[in-house]
């Protein structure tokens, strides 16, 4: 379903005019990653890789609808934005505010989504070094749903300081905390260093773990640019397929999508293979930032134990302290990172509401559960596996397998 999208008038006093493009083309490259962070899920080709290869667009339920801020002929602003006919490949879950929106005889869908599709990680969304203009887009967005009668809009994990800023702006926008795992770099010279920050029974867990995965009878390989092979794109694909129909019921991303990323993005790429008798059997794909390195897709046609650990973490620790990144971002939930060093972090979401009534409950909703969040971020924190109070002969009881 379209919306009937009204771009903003000019402002007179600051010449501002914002519209609305239908497709990422419509803007050029260097114009929009002038205005990025670095962060390569917001680079125009990413996005123009997903558009291109049909991945969003058409009967996808994700129709592009970026905004574009300038001053004249000058680029000031951008956001990228889509009209949703669905909540699918968002990971901010607002389904129940849909089932309850429209148990009251509303009308949820369609919805304005400022937001990566099928990515969950975090970046600057209202992409401008000037606050004025970023809180220019915020109200582009809020009155775009207004006068197209959408019953909300959505932007989904931006950043704190967006966060913050939209909590002190005008217009009602809401905002909302959940949390992730990242692993973070404290300096370490190399994966032995950090084990040494653990827990003895930690730290033994995690060495039995690798050396079982490692042991699966073949090689593992980590390969970006010009090392990455158009049959290593087949094996990946084949992977993904697998995963993402037993997660997702149906995968997001086209065949297409993967060449595109081979012929644009190779070299912000890192592959994760596991190798046995020539054949790839597991693989792990993540995007190279330059303040961190984000693991996005899994899968393997062979079932190894903790192999699926070694490729997506282990591996990804290993690269980020040879390289001195920062951290690492595995995705989205999976408590199960907490043991293999990734510890809780917050991360953020911002929501405007058409309907006044809907907004105040949806506000009481996101009160009781930032709380939530919160006490459950600082139980997790507790729980990791880092050594507290200067332990370092470790914390008893049996060596986990």
Not at 35 to 60: I, K, M, Q, Y
Not at 122 to 135: E, F, K, N, Y
Request: hydrophobic share 40%; aromatic share 10%.
């Amino acid at each position: 379903m379209q919306a009937d999208l009204n771009p903003a008038a000019p402002n007179p006093a600051t010449e501002l005019a914002i519209s609305v493009l239908p497709a990422i083309s419509a803007v050029p490259a260097a114009e929009w990653d002038r205005l990025g962070d670095g962060n390569p899920f917001t680079a125009h080709r990413f996005l123009a890789a997903l558009e291109d290869s049909g991945s969003v667009g058409g009967r996808t339920g994700w129709t592009p609808a970026h905004l574009a801020a300038r001053i004249g002929d000058q680029l000031v602003g951008a956001a990228p934005m889509y009209i949703k006919s669905h909540s699918q490949g968002e990971y901010i879950f607002d389904h129940g505010w849909a089932d309850a929106w429209e148990r009251a005889g509303g009308q949820y869908y369609p919805k304005l989504q400022c937001a990566v599709p099928f990515t969950p990680v975090t970046g600057a969304r209202l992409l401008s070094p000037d606050p004025q203009v970023r809180r220019a887009l915020l109200a582009a967005m809020a009155r775009i749903a207004a006068q197209s009668d959408l019953s909300s809009a959505h932007v989904t994990f931006c950043t704190a300081a967006e966060a913050a800023e939209a909590a002190d702006a005008p217009g009602g926008w809401l905002t909302r905390s959940t949390q992730q795992f990242h692993w973070l770099n404290d300096g370490y010279a190399d994966y032995d260093d950090f084990l040494s920050r653990l827990s003895s029974r930690k730290r033994k867990a995690l060495r039995k773990e690798r050396a079982r995965a490692q042991g699966f009878g073949g090689t593992i390989r980590q390969l970006t640019g010009d090392q990455i092979q158009p049959d290593h794109w087949d094996a990946l694909w084949q992977f993904y397929q697998d995963t993402g129909s037993r997660k997702w019921g149906r995968p997001y991303l086209t065949r297409d999508f993967f060449q595109r990323l081979h012929e644009t993005m190779r070299d912000d790429c890192l592959l994760v293979m596991a190798e046995r008798d020539g054949q790839a059997v597991a693989g792990a794909l993540n995007l190279i930032g330059p303040e961190a390195l984000y693991g996005r897709y899994w899968g393997a046609i062979e079932d190894h134990r903790f192999l699926h650990f070694e490729l997506c973490y282990h591996q990804a620790i290993d690269w980020a302290i040879a390289r001195g990144i920062p951290r690492v971002e595995a995705g989205a939930q999976g408590e199960h990172k907490l043991a293999r060093g990734y510890l809780p972090v917050q991360t953020h979401s911002l929501h405007w509401l058409a309907d006044a009534g809907f907004r105040r409950a949806v506000a009481q909703f996101l009160d009781s559960e930032r709380a939530a969040v919160d006490e459950e971020m600082d139980i997790l924190t507790h729980l990791g596996p880092f050594r507290r109070g200067g332990d370092a002969a470790g914390d008893g009881g049996p060596e986990q397998d």
